[in-house]
């Protein structure tokens, strides 16, 4: 699963921190594990290797941890700045994130899931 941290007009080290910070917290749960996502693209100039993809993350966990770390998500969310925005596998959330929409994001990610076996 990705999670994308947001920031509209914020520089790129200001979005990492935030999705370092999520992270974090993310880490909490009983998910596998999350790490920043790479891209094998490096900007001219720079040192080869894999760079990061600046506010993403890769979670890997099980289905039956969806819920638990949309609960984590949101609750991050509910103390950020009010332009941040998480998008997670396609479905965006913004500041403030209701249970409802909490709930449409698990059900429609765990419908993916279902069609996707």
Known sequence: MDVRVAVPGADPESVQDLAFDL??????????????????????????????????????LAPTVVEGLMTVVSSWLSRQPRDVEIEVDGQRLRVPVTRQQRDELVAAYLRRLDRES
């Open 23 to 60: 992270r974090r917290a993310i880490l909490d749960t009983d998910v596998d594990d999350v790490r920043p996502a790479t891209t094998d693209a490096t900007p001219a100039g720079a040192k080869s290797g894999a760079a990061l993809t600046v506010g993403v993350l890769v979670v890997t």
